[in-house]
């Protein structure tokens, strides 16, 4: 697997997003109805609609990538190469039949922390 660099700069936005939706949902968490809220709803749309322009292979990657940050040890990252953590992850995606458009955008979208996941992906990309 090649990572291109395109990928990167979209898991860059993303991660932005994700980030951005994260820290509203904190700034509003002693709300009632925090999903309710003006700021918290715009912010949600904003990452969705960013999603929704994403390619199938751009979700794979980004799920992967995502996936890679929220459950690699630090044991594997110490005794595997950084593209073989990605690809393993991938191929699992690929093998649980995760070739849906948007099923993938949804799943990225309802990850919490998402942005912390993604962070910690690139980092080990970037290795």
Request: glycine fraction near 6%; aromatic fraction near 8%.
């Amino acid at each position: 697997m090649q990572i291109q660099e395109g990928y990167i700069v979209t898991a860059r936005k993303l991660l932005g997003l994700a980030k951005q939706r994260r820290l509203t949902y904190q700034y509003y968490s002693g709300t009632e109805k925090i999903t309710q809220t003006k700021e918290h709803n715009k912010v949600a749309l904003e990452l969705d609609l960013f999603l929704n322009t994403l390619t199938l292979e751009e979700i794979q990657f980004l799920q992967a990538l995502m996936y890679l940050g929220r459950d690699t040890t630090d044991k594997e990252r110490s005794e595997y190469p950084a593209i073989k953590l990605l690809e393993s992850q991938y191929k699992t995606l690929i093998r649980a039949g995760l070739n849906n458009k948007e099923l993938g955008a949804d799943q990225l979208s309802g990850k919490m922390p998402l942005d912390e996941y993604l962070e910690k992906g690139l980092e080990i990309i970037s290795r």
